[in-house]
């Protein structure tokens, strides 16, 4: 009968699953680490914005506009003698709302969009991707004035605005991955053991492109946060006085020359927090992609 | 001893269209993976599929498990034509016929356990649950060689050859009467090969499995199967039993390609003359006309590329589709 | 009559997430003008990065030659400059590697990366060096070479392309041709015609062959002096005849027996090698094979065997077989 193989290796090194691998690689990745250490900070810093700065975002105070940064305003006032850093905590809430719950309509709409075009291949397919493509063609930004316009304004119809614009990006994404986890030989050996179709995308298929669906997500949250911001700037974002980023550079930018700071600021705020993303989404490419092992 | 028919092909053809065309896709050619290849295996029996790359021994195999739709033909199998029935009747008919894939990195889900590999046609036909489910895939571990300590690990902690044993694992798990073995050594080392067709001889003692087993490697083949069919374009070139076809190969194709599996003994080497054909096998997407394999034959004559050989008996189930034979008769 | 190559003492290891892989631990071969050697071994065992490491190929900063000399006609390519040893590749050592299509410039014409080698090297212009490629092409039997310059590789198929990197690897006459797995990826057929052509080549310029391979017919067929690998070592080497007649390492007769020869009556079963080779990282203090050793004494679990003459000319690392108790070839002889 056969013979117990020898079973050495595996046994003398520690046991991992791929996500625990993953995890140690993103460890040892100092700039993604700085950067998910950057955005969970700013993330508690928003949530206990209360708790950090006396001041309230929309608390306009006559008697000290403009005021450079000082031990009472860290960051200064602003022309209507708002805290700019009590705004900008606030606006961070903002930002990061507009991240999260985009990207919640981006996986609500682009991943069964890109599985089913990937699934179910021919005509489907084409249909799906060739209405993805006319969406691609169009500049991003243009498509979510023209749907804020129709949605009209308030802070929901932003995140939806965005959102429809964002998924298909991530339904590509998915088809292609769903398309080459397809043509892989555990499918073949699941199709002849009898599993139906939503079996394996259910627990072979999706599973198998998560990977490469955080990643993209990770990427994503910066855009959108950008856009908001761009829109926001532009005037037809977040309505004051709900704090928003972009629109504290717009409102800097009128007294750039009075004090620059205005516009510094919220600009850095922006830029760190994007360049945060990008590392945490670079060292999650990394860590994710099964190749890197050696 | 007269066997059961396990699994019988007949008459079997798969052509994949070559479209162009960006909207309304238009056919300008056929690709002919597999034309017109009948043959049948019997219970606890082994049929050796030999062929170079891109002969459709795998499209035949996929064919006949139903993982590719045939153009024409038949696959019976217990009475039924599988490729008459829908994905929903084949279904129950599933369990007994299995897989194993050549590459044991590509054919386990990277992101399952072990038990979970063994375990998921269990899971599928609803077979087994909890307490029980555990015992059958430590059981299963056990039965190609490994330890059921190991049902927690990961496909990429297992050696090649390791990982070979879980696709074994899973495709016994519901004790098929036919599995095909897709070229199951090819991604392995020599001396774990040896390991793995051991372990496919006893099980096939132990269970009466068929196989069908496609490879390349002619020395393995031999070692492995009852009957063995040799495939060149499409086509079957020759079959018949075992010792047979390796005592008294009769079609050049097949002459060639024992005479180009280099023997591991250097002084056999010395002495032995080799047949190396010229040429390359040409595109499946326009065959040669007549015979297939005439353009690279050398002992081909005119004949050949006019008319198209059939795969005929010459005795004692010994068949060769070449013209060569088909004069030499009444 | 001095050895063309020396390898000597050779140790080229990889640093990985889990420890540093000794690949290539301690390797010594030598190869004699115009001559064919083999060496053979499974994946891992550091055949292929023990040939590479020749020609200072090995991917840094992972891979690192340690230590050795690699002794080419007396000089240490080893203390080479960069420059120095760009002018020994392609012109005295070149390389057939397994894929040929991942190994060829997808972007330019076969022609032109024959002619690239000899612009280079021997200063010919595009013109010649063209001229000189189509000859090559030619030579090498690819039909309607004149046209075929001018194709580019993915219009080639498999067993064409490999021809054309036979081309390119003969285009400067070098003195030694490393053919790294060269038909492993081509069918039986295909790999009968380009082993019978790199013989004929290698024989006609009277070249010197490294075969690296994994399968012992080819070695069988092909080489005369064959060098075992296993583990990082080379555990046997000696004549092709001694070697697969009196094999002197237990795992080399292994190898022999778990192969089934299609000379030889069919066999009920099959004599493969338990287990598995050891992981690099961490190799066993003793024996690398001991694990697997069906002949292993309580000596081999402590101490690493020396390769040894254990018969004229024929050299082994195994405490068995230097006692001159070898069970393994009852059955052999």
């Not at chain 2, 300590?149 to 496909?155: G, H, I, K, L, S």
């Not at chain 3, 189509?134 to 021809?163: A, C, N, W």
Request: hydrophobic residues 45%; charged residues 20%; neutral net charge.
């Amino acid at each position: 009968m056969a013979i117990v193989a020898n079973t050495t290796i595996g046994s003398e090194r520690p046991h991992h699953t791929l996500w625990g691998d993953a995890w140690i690689r993103l460890r040892r990745n100092k700039l993604a680490m700085a950067g998910g250490i950057f955005i969970i900070v700013l993330a508690l810093a928003a949530i206990f914005a209360p708790l950090i700065t006396p001041y309230d975002f929309a608390h306009q105070d006559y008697s000290a506009l403009l005021q450079n940064p000082s031990a009472k305003h860290w960051l200064g006032t602003d022309g209507l003698g708002r805290d700019v850093f009590a705004r900008l905590l606030y606006g961070a809430r903002t930002s990061l709302a507009v991240g999260i719950f985009t990207q919640l309509i981006v996986i609500g709409i682009g991943i069964p969009i890109g599985a089913i075009a990937g699934y179910a291949g021919g005509r489907v397919d084409n249909v799906l991707m060739r209405f993805v493509d006319v969406m691609y063609g169009f500049p991003d930004l243009l498509l979510v004035i023209l749907l804020k316009a129709v949605l009209g304004g308030g802070i929901y119809q932003l995140f939806l605005a965005i959102g429809l614009v964002a998924w298909v990006n991530i339904s590509r994404l998915v088809r292609g991955q769903i398309l080459s986890i397809k043509s892989r030989d555990f499918i073949s050996a699941a199709k002849v053991m009898g599993g139906t179709g939503r079996y394996i995308t259910w627990r072979h298929l999706l599973p198998n492109s998560l990977g490469p669906i955080i990643v993209s997500i990770t990427f994503n949250i910066p855009r959108a946060i950008f856009t908001e911001a761009a829109l926001s700037y532009i005037g037809i974002g977040v309505r004051p006085p709900t704090p928003s980023w972009g629109a504290m550079i717009h409102d800097g930018y009128d007294v750039i020359f009075a004090s620059w700071y205005q516009v510094f600021f919220p600009a850095l705020a922006v830029a760190l927090l994007m360049i945060a993303f990008t590392f945490l989404g670079d060292g999650l490419r990394d860590a994710l992609d099964p190749k890197m092992r050696r | 001893m007269a066997k059961e028919v396990v699994i019988e092909v007949n008459n079997l053809t798969k052509y994949f269209p070559v479209t162009r065309g960006l909207f309304r896709q238009k056919k300008i050619a056929d690709i002919k993976a597999v034309d017109g290849v009948s043959f049948a295996i019997h219970d606890g029996e082994t049929l050796g599929l030999v062929g170079e790359s891109g002969c459709g021994k795998t499209t035949l195999g996929k064919c006949m498990l139903q993982l590719y739709r045939a153009t024409s033909g038949e696959v019976f199998f217990e009475g039924k034509d599988l490729c008459q029935l829908s994905d929903r009747e084949l279904q129950p008919l599933r369990q007994r016929l299995q897989v194993i894939f050549q590459d044991p990195y590509d054919s386990l889900n990277p992101r399952f356990t072990a038990r979970d590999i063994i375990g998921e046609p269990l899971i599928i036909h609803n077979i087994a649950r909890g307490k029980e489910y555990r015992e059958r895939v430590a059981e299963l571990l056990n039965l190609v060689g490994l330890a059921p300590y190991m049902a927690d690990r990961y496909p990429h902690e297992f050696s090649g050859g390791q990982r070979q044993r879980l696709g074994v694992a899973r495709a016994l798990a519901l004790q098929p009467r036919f599995i095909m073995c897709d070229e199951p050594l090819s991604a392995l080392d020599v001396s774990i090969q040896a390991q793995i067709v051991n372990l496919l001889a006893d099980l096939q003692e132990k269970f009466g499995v068929a196989y069908l087993f496609i490879s390349h490697d002619l020395s393995v083949v031999r070692h492995i199967s009852d009957r063995v069919a040799v495939m060149y374009l499409g086509k079957i070139a020759e079959i018949s039993n075992r010792d047979e076809i390796y005592k008294n190969p009769l079609h050049p194709y097949t002459q060639a390609l024992l005479s180009a599996v280099p023997i591991p003994d250097p002084e056999v080497e010395m002495k032995r003359q080799i047949i190396v054909l010229q040429g390359e096998v040409p595109s499946p997407m326009s065959p040669p006309s007549g015979c297939v394999f005439h353009p690279r034959c050398y002992r081909a004559f005119a004949d050949c590329s006019n008319v198209t050989p059939l795969l005929e008996d010459v005795g004692d189930g010994h068949h060769v589709a070449c013209l060569l034979y088909e004069q030499s008769r009444p | 009559m001095t050895a063309l190559l020396e390898v000597r003492n050779l140790k080229t290891y990889f640093n990985t997430q889990d420890g540093v892989v000794k690949a290539v631990d301690g390797v010594s071969y030598d190869v004699n003008r115009g001559e064919t050697i083999a060496l053979v071994g499974e994946s891992g065992c550091g055949k292929t990065v023990s040939a590479l490491s020749i020609l200072r190929l090995v991917a840094e900063p992972a891979g690192k030659i340690e230590s050795g000399e690699i002794l080419f006609e007396g000089t240490d390519l080893l203390k080479l400059s960069g420059d120095e040893m760009r002018k020994m590749r392609g012109a005295k050592i070149s390389i057939i590697f397994q894929e040929p299509l991942t190994s060829l410039n997808p972007v330019l014409t076969i022609g032109r990366q024959i002619s690239e080698g000899l612009e280079f090297h021997k200063n010919m212009s595009l013109k010649e060096g063209m001229q000189e490629a189509t000859r090559l092409l030619k030579l090498v039997g690819i039909p309607h070479p004149e046209r075929r310059i001018y194709d580019y590789p993915h219009q080639f198929s498999g067993g064409m392309r490999q021809r054309a990197m036979i081309a390119i690897a003969i285009a400067c006459q070098p003195q030694l041709i490393i053919a790294d797995e060269p038909t492993t990826v081509v069918d039986v057929t295909i790999q009968a015609q380009l082993l019978e052509l790199i013989r004929n080549i290698t024989k006609e310029l009277n070249t010197a062959l490294i075969l690296i391979t994994h399968n012992l017919g080819i070695v069988a067929r092909y080489a005369r002096r064959v060098f075992v690998m296993y583990a990082g070592n080379i555990i046997e080497h000696g004549n092709a005849l001694d070697v697969y007649r009196y094999p002197c390492h237990p795992y080399t007769a292994g190898l022999l027996t778990s192969v089934p020869r299609l000379d030889e009556p069919r066999k009920t079963r099959l004599l493969p090698i338990d287990g598995q080779p050891p992981d690099l990282i961490a190799p066993p203090i003793g024996c690398s094979f001991q694990a697997r050793c069906a002949y292993s004494m309580p000596q081999c679990q402590r101490e690493k065997p020396p390769l040894l003459e254990v018969a004229p000319n024929h050299y082994a690392a195994c405490w068995v077989s230097q006692k001159e108790q070898r069970p393994w070839q009852k059955k052999s002889s």
